[in-house]
């Protein structure tokens, strides 16, 4: 049965499936905008660490004011409201929850929550892709112990190319590529928050609306989310990075069988079963014609000359040959489609995407001169980008994740454009994020088979 009919049954059951969101950004105020038209789910509640965000992220998405005037979660659910609550833990807690929607943007946040998910029995949905791409093998392997679903977030790039790798393998051809398409030039890696707008060339009045985070949109810009949105893929689909990292080759939804193809055959690829993010800029700035700059895609090999002759036959876009195809999807809408993620979840137990291995990992460097004493701001700041690594690479070199280069001290001089790790900054070993992230590398070194 389709997830839609799914729900409409537990509509008319008067079960819906109980939502509980954490954060009212963006992404959490997609979904606001869609829940209370969804048949089949009930948003009891949601926390945010500023109950006034929570309020006009509500407000903004046309929810009535005499939803979300309820006591508790249990008057919530009772009355078919919806309560507001700083406290992430008393929502996870709570059981009139069913399900958790984890959409902070904080590693350590994030972390935190999945943890306490598992110790309530809560399914949960990790838009935080932060937190996934920090420990998220780690977290899924919690989560099966305690019998929850862990789940990336439909709607989201990472569980949308997780979609197509996974219709590729179950039509048996073999993945070449897979990934996703963005705005990128060379000198993005040194954007700050001070010079992230004029990049992207939003309004005044745009920005005035209140759902834009520079360091958000920066790390968009500077290739730090694409290097954690690609490690998340990594590791839940088994596909390696490149050994340097993401190259950016500019590319059209025409040209991605061309260029997503190992070098062997005339690609940009060091190998077949890969990454790779697609630029919608070519190097001098000029946009490239039919890019892929929202939307995702994956490549794949025929295999024989029988099923070369069915993809021309059917249309598929392919390179010189024939040999190679791509599939695309033009664009996303993150918040706007998680409701698949929930349904999912929620009634079929199948995640739409989740980490099984350690493969992926995303290291900090520097974007300029870093000294002893500074302080790393992390994702989207000041001071480092993300770049993405092999996870045996990044362990052997004792690297950075960047999901910790935030609010730690600066202990030994990095130049610009060096990979942080961990000896050149003072941390704080008694955070729970440290510990989970020393507790997954240490699980990984000592067995492998993680990988």
Same mark, same amino acid.
């Given at each position: 049965?389709?997830?839609?009919?799914?729900?409409?049954?537990?509509?008319?059951?008067?079960?819906?499936?109980?939502?509980?969101?954490?954060?009212?950004?963006?992404?959490?105020?997609?979904?606001?905008?869609?829940?209370?038209?969804?048949?089949?789910?009930?948003?009891?509640?949601?926390?945010? $660490?500023?109950?006034?965000?929570?309020?006009?992220?509500? @407000?903004?998405? @046309?929810?009535?004011?005499?939803?979300? %005037?309820?006591?508790?979660?249990?008057?919530?659910?009772?009355?078919?409201?919806?309560?507001?609550?700083?406290?992430?833990?008393?929502?996870?807690?709570?059981?009139?929850?069913? !399900?958790?929607?984890?959409?902070?943007?904080?590693?350590?946040?994030?972390?935190?929550?999945?943890?306490?998910?598992?110790?309530?029995?809560?399914?949960?949905?990790?838009?935080?892709?932060?937190?996934?791409?920090?420990?998220?093998?780690?977290? =899924?392997?919690?989560?099966?112990?305690?019998?929850?679903? *862990?789940?990336?977030?439909?709607?989201?790039?990472?569980?949308?190319?997780?979609?197509?790798?996974?219709?590729?393998?179950?039509?048996?051809?073999?993945?070449?590529? &897979?990934?996703?398409?963005?705005? *990128?030039?060379?000198?993005?890696?040194?954007?700050?928050?001070? +010079? $992230?707008?004029? *990049?992207?060339?939003?309004?005044?009045?745009?920005?005035?609306?209140?759902?834009?985070?520079?360091?958000?949109?920066?790390? /968009?810009?500077?290739? #730090?989310?694409?290097?954690?949105?690609?490690? %998340?893929?990594?590791? %839940? #689909?088994?596909?390696?990075?490149?050994?340097?990292?993401?190259? /950016?080759?500019?590319?059209?939804?025409?040209?991605?069988?061309?260029?997503?193809?190992?070098?062997?055959?005339?690609? %940009?690829?060091?190998?077949?079963? +890969?990454?790779?993010?697609?630029?919608?800029?070519?190097?001098?700035?000029?946009?490239?014609?039919?890019?892929?700059?929202?939307?995702?895609?994956?490549?794949?090999?025929?295999?024989?000359? *029988?099923? =070369?002759?069915? /993809?021309?036959?059917?249309?598929?876009? +392919?390179?010189?040959?024939?040999?190679?195809?791509?599939?695309?999807?033009?664009?996303?809408?993150?918040?706007?489609?998680?409701?698949?993620?929930?349904?999912?979840?929620?009634?079929?137990?199948? &995640?739409?995407? &989740?980490?099984?291995?350690?493969?992926?990992?995303?290291?900090?460097?520097?974007?300029?001169?870093?000294?002893?004493?500074?302080?790393?701001?992390?994702?989207?700041?000041?001071?480092?980008?993300?770049?993405? =690594?092999?996870?045996?690479?990044? !362990?052997?070199?004792?690297?950075?994740?960047?999901? !910790?280069?935030?609010?730690?001290?600066?202990?030994?001089?990095?130049? &610009?454009?060096?990979?942080?790790?961990?000896?050149?900054?003072?941390?704080?070993?008694?955070?729970?994020?440290?510990?989970?992230?020393?507790?997954?590398?240490?699980?990984? !070194?000592?067995?492998?088979?993680?990988?």
């Amino acid at each position: 049965m389709s997830l839609s009919r799914l729900l409409g049954a537990r509509a008319t059951e008067g079960r819906p499936v109980r939502v509980g969101l954490i954060g009212a950004g963006k992404f959490g105020s997609m979904y606001l905008a869609q829940a209370r038209r969804t048949p089949g789910m009930h948003l009891v509640g949601v926390a945010d $660490v500023a109950i006034e965000r929570a309020r006009e992220a509500l @407000s903004r998405t @046309s929810w009535p004011p005499d939803q979300v %005037a309820a006591r508790s979660f249990e008057a919530a659910l009772a009355r078919g409201g919806t309560y507001l609550t700083d406290d992430a833990e008393q929502l996870i807690a709570s059981d009139a929850v069913d !399900l958790v929607i984890e959409a902070t943007g904080s590693p350590a946040a994030g972390i935190r929550h999945a943890l306490l998910c598992c110790r309530h029995g809560r399914d949960v949905i990790m838009v935080n892709v932060e937190a996934d791409a920090l420990a998220g093998p780690l977290l =899924a392997r919690r989560a099966a112990e305690a019998g929850i679903v *862990y789940s990336l977030a439909y709607g989201d790039q990472p569980s949308l190319i997780c979609e197509l790798v996974d219709w590729a393998r179950t039509i048996g051809v073999e993945v070449i590529c &897979a990934g996703k398409g963005t705005k *990128y030039l060379p000198e993005y890696h040194a954007s700050t928050p001070d +010079t $992230v707008w004029r *990049y992207y060339g939003f309004t005044e009045e745009q920005l005035a609306t209140g759902d834009f985070n520079a360091k958000m949109f920066n790390s /968009f810009l500077d290739g #730090t989310k694409s290097a954690i949105e690609m490690a %998340a893929v990594a590791n %839940a #689909t088994g596909l390696l990075p490149d050994r340097e990292g993401l190259r /950016f080759p500019p590319a059209s939804v025409y040209d991605l069988p061309q260029v997503c193809r190992p070098r062997s055959v005339g690609g %940009a690829l060091e190998q077949a079963g +890969t990454l790779e993010v697609v630029s919608s800029l070519h190097r001098d700035g000029r946009p490239v014609e039919h890019g892929l700059r929202w939307g995702v895609y994956v490549t794949f090999v025929a295999g024989s000359a *029988y099923v =070369a002759d069915c /993809f021309s036959q059917y249309g598929l876009i +392919t390179d010189t040959t024939g040999q190679y195809a791509a599939l695309y999807r033009p664009s996303h809408l993150i918040g706007l489609e998680l409701g698949i993620s929930v349904a999912s979840v929620a009634l079929r137990r199948e &995640a739409t995407g &989740a980490p099984e291995s350690f493969v992926g990992d995303v290291v900090a460097v520097a974007k300029r001169d870093l000294d002893p004493g500074e302080q790393l701001d992390g994702e989207g700041g000041f001071t480092v980008f993300g770049r993405l =690594a092999l996870a045996l690479d990044s !362990l052997a070199a004792g690297c950075l994740p960047i999901g !910790l280069a935030q609010r730690c001290a600066v202990a030994n001089p990095v130049r &610009a454009g060096d990979i942080v790790k961990w000896e050149d900054v003072r941390m704080d070993e008694t955070s729970k994020a440290v510990q989970v992230r020393r507790e997954m590398e240490s699980l990984f !070194l000592a067995a492998p088979e993680m990988a």
